[in-house]
């Protein structure tokens, strides 16, 4: 993809509040149309990145590219057509009608206003005439969270940015967000970027997922991640033992308490203990859900190891052959060599710091 | 208790029979609030939001200033715009000594902290996501501040209240600056400490009720236009 292909362009960008660094992007390309998911533990910097995307802070260091050309909060180049949706949305103290048509108001965009108005309440499943007139203070949660949406959506919006869109909200409004965020998408051609924990619906709708952790980019969203602290072990290897005795086994770590990052691919799901590998990282786990990959037509399969999840690629064809189901036991393993690396503090990204 | 209850007789009847010396009080003290607070406003609420909205440096020390300022006894404040406003003072030439602006001057000093104060809490305390908000839906800088502003009108509304209550009610001000002197600088408040020096129990207390009357109907319009916006 080259720049200009690019709606965004990231380039050597930091950021951090006071000393405290929360974000820390090499380089990362996001395509024009495209829908791109991040996950990522609390304080990973996903809601960071998505600030920084929306133009409403502008990074400590480094440089944001919209369309090729540098960008910063209140620029003429994103102002109309870049948008936020923050994980706490804030309803202006006014009616619905006038919290939708703010943004209008701002674009001097004021033609067949009502209409426009319930047209977006409607996307969002919320009837205009029960809607428009209540102030803002009448809503329930998951009300005000699809009112802020469609304060969004009634812009057309080239970029849409989501930060937990269907967190603390009832399962009608996730459904309801979830078919307005895509028909944006579908409909004029903008922009997702979608921060959720919703593993599941990110990864049946996006084009591609990211995974934030410790406020680094670690790659695609089916990195596992497993904290330290680690142990050495008389064979050379280190280990992290888990309550049910099983070992994950590695490589020696930068520090005993780095973090391991195993990619999916790297993992195997078997049906028998494998006499032919060496007996190190074969963990027995439970499928808690299969979900099919938007891109790749692969299933991701979740398997708990404890109460840790490992996500795992597995073909359509194994998932068959297997008769992998939600509650079988499975086993799985990885080489410890496939291990790589992140530790606190450490800003080197993984695919540069091999086991 | 007799004295209480001719007061309320009194006030009624001052009031509706247009006593003159009454009125004079009353439109004193409504003219000379009005100065100072129009002012106090137009100079309290924006150093109030830039107190509150922006980090600077010194911002937690002239926030310590303004706060202690909150507590400037009247009678200090008078001594002080005495000292300027007399001939000897600085702004001796003015004039304005014995005079309802003069009064204005010192009641705008009373006032600002209080604004400023409630002002800066009242941004302090806005949603922090607002700012956020506002800019996602397409801001420049000059309609992020005044969005923002009409989000904390109600905090803005009770500021302004709160500082009208103290100028109302202040009386070392008027006396020292104003002289007290009939038909001309004499505020309700300097009214009711001229009659309760004569003994006039029953008239302090029914300009004290007019007084009330007249908070209480601001108070009342402030709430109406409260639930209005």
């Not at chain 2, 310590?64 to 009247?74: A, F, K, M, N, Q």
Request: hydrophobic residues 45%.
């Amino acid at each position: 993809m080259t720049v200009k292909d690019a709606v965004y362009q990231v380039n050597e960008v930091a950021h951090h509040y006071a000393v405290e660094p929360v974000l820390r992007v090499e380089a990362l390309a996001i395509p024009q149309a495209a829908i791109v998911g991040l996950i990522g533990p609390n304080g990973s910097g996903k809601s960071t990145l998505l600030r920084l995307l929306g133009f409403v802070e502008k990074p400590s260091r480094g440089e944001i590219l919209f369309k090729g050309r540098p960008a910063a909060p209140f620029s003429k180049a994103v102002r109309f057509k870049v948008t936020l949706l923050s994980q706490e949305p804030y309803l202006m103290r006014r009616s619905v009608l006038k919290n939708i048509a703010y943004g209008l108001g701002l674009r001097g965009s004021r033609d067949n206003l009502r209409l426009r108005v319930a047209e977006a309440l409607s996307w969002l499943g919320l009837p205009y005439e029960v809607f428009a007139d209540r102030q803002w203070s009448e809503l329930s949660g998951g009300e005000a969270q699809r009112v802020a949406l469609a304060a969004r959506l009634v812009l057309r919006p080239e970029v849409l940015l989501l930060d937990e869109p269907t967190a603390s909200v009832d399962a009608i409004s996730v459904e309801r967000i979830k078919a307005a965020a895509l028909k944006a998408r579908d409909e004029w051609g903008t922009t997702l970027l979608i921060a959720s924990h919703d593993w599941q619906w990110l990864y049946e709708v996006c084009d591609e997922v990211l995974q934030l952790f410790n406020g680094q980019l670690v790659g695609p969203g089916r990195m596992n991640i497993v904290l330290g602290p680690w142990q050495a072990r008389p064979d050379g290897y280190w280990q992290k033992v888990l309550a049910s005795g099983q070992e994950i086994v590695t490589t020696a770590p930068p520090v005993a308490d780095a973090v391991a990052v195993v990619d999916s691919d790297k993992i195997a799901v078997v049906d028998a203990i494998d006499s032919g590998r060496d007996g190190k990282n074969m963990l027995k786990g439970t499928i808690s859900r299969l979900v099919l990959e938007k891109g790749s037509r692969n299933i991701v399969a979740t398997i708990l190891v404890d109460t840790m999840p490992f996500a795992v690629m597995v073909p359509p064809k194994r998932v068959e052959s297997l008769n992998l189901c939600p509650g079988r036991e499975i086993d799985i393993y990885f080489s410890p060599n496939s291990v790589k690396w992140i530790h606190q503090g450490d800003n080197t990204h993984p695919n540069k710091s091999g086991s | 208790m007799d004295f209480i209850l001719t007061g309320f007789r009194m006030a009624i009847e001052l009031l509706l029979h247009g006593d003159a010396e009454t009125y004079s009080a009353i439109f004193a003290t409504v003219r000379v609030s009005s100065y100072s607070m129009t002012v106090s406003l137009l100079i309290g609420v924006p150093l109030g939001f830039v107190l509150g909205y922006l980090r600077f440096p010194g911002r937690k020390q002239v926030r310590v200033v303004v706060d202690t300022l909150l507590s400037l006894p009247t009678v200090f404040i008078g001594l002080v715009v005495y000292a300027f406003l007399s001939q000897r003072g600085p702004l001796g030439d003015w004039g304005l000594l014995f005079t309802l602006p003069g009064i204005a001057i010192g009641q705008t000093i009373l006032a600002l902290p209080v604004v400023m104060a409630l002002s800066a809490s009242a941004v302090e305390n806005m949603d922090r996501q607002l700012r956020v908000t506002l800019i996602s839906l397409g801001v420049n800088r000059r309609q992020l501040l005044l969005s923002s502003l009409w989000e904390v009108r109600h905090g803005i509304l009770a500021a302004a209240l709160t500082a009208y209550g103290r100028v109302m009610t202040e009386v070392g001000i008027s006396m020292m600056v104003g002289g007290n002197i009939k038909w001309h600088t004499r505020t309700m408040t300097t009214a009711i400490a001229l009659e309760t020096n004569k003994g006039l129990f029953a008239m302090g207390v029914a300009l004290g009720l007019v007084l009330l009357a007249i908070a209480f109907a601001v108070n009342l319009s402030v709430s109406f236009l409260r639930k209005r916006v």
